[in-house]
């Protein structure tokens, strides 16, 4: 079982729509939680951190369930430049006492005109 | 703004070559990290750097050694390159460990 868990998708999707993402995780003593964007043949880069109350960035809404080791991506009103790969990434740890940056698969996001 | 900067970009080896892949980041990060991203599979922690002097493996270590000689630099080195190696690396830096990591641009390794 991987650590970081992702529906790979592809999420096809027309503009407009609302659409979500989900991520599980197996290390209940992870303790930082973000998602990042991907876009094609590009490195990663950071959309959002994940906070326990839950956070939103404009259209984004992040949230983060502790108990159900959980953590879920909302975009509203999609864009076509919304299309991207979204990467699940947890803190937690590697190998005795250090933690890591662990990453999901990805679920990939195709936003239509 | 440099950030983090992996050279060299793309390199061809044959089966058996070494080579070292360099990362340089300027932000003063004390964390460094190797990632390898293969189709589907996400990226997976090769080894990381919690700091000047020190290295520890990730979850696919083996084929690979690394070097962290000076605070801004993270060396990843393939001794005997293999087919399976073929696959885009990343580095990534971070100023601590639950912090947002910054990733270079990544390098393109075909081994035939």
């Known amino acids: 079982r991987k650590e970081v868990e992702q529906d790979p998708g592809p999420f096809n999707v027309p503009e407009g729509a609302t659409v979500a993402f989900n991520c599980t995780y197996s290390?209940?003593?992870?303790?930082?939680f973000f998602w990042y964007r991907q876009d094609c043949r590009k490195e990663p880069k950071l959309l959002m951190s994940?906070?326990?109350s839950g956070n939103e960035d404009g259209r984004f809404t992040a949230q983060l369930n502790r108990a159900s080791q959980y953590i879920s991506l909302l975009i509203r009103d999609s864009k076509l430049s919304d299309s991207a790969t979204y990467l699940c990434?947890?803190?937690?740890?590697?190998?005795?006492?250090?933690?890591?940056?662990?990453f999901g698969s990805g679920t990939r996001l195709q936003v239509q005109p | 703004n440099a950030g983090v900067t992996q050279t060299p970009k793309f390199r061809v080896l044959k089966t058996g070559q070494s080579m070292t892949l360099l990362c340089a980041q300027d932000?003063?990060?004390?964390?460094m990290y190797w990632y390898r991203q293969d189709p589907g599979m996400g990226l997976r922690l090769i080894h990381y750097?919690?700091?000047?002097?020190?290295?520890a493996k990730g979850e696919v270590p083996d084929g690979y050694n690394v070097s962290r000689l000076k605070k801004q630099n993270f060396l990843l080195g393939l001794e005997s390159a293999a087919p399976s190696q073929t696959s885009v690396y990343f580095c990534?830096?971070?100023?601590?460990?639950?912090?947002?990591?910054?990733f270079g641009q990544g390098t393109r390794l075909t081994v035939v």
């Open positions: 932000m003063n990060h004390e964390y």
């Open positions: 990434v947890v803190n937690m740890i590697v190998d005795t006492g250090r933690r890591a940056l662990t």
């Open positions: 990534a830096s971070s100023a601590n460990r639950g912090t947002e990591a910054f």
């Open positions: 290390n209940s003593a992870s303790q930082s």
């Open positions: 994940v906070y326990s």
């Open positions: 750097s919690v700091g000047e002097g020190t290295t």
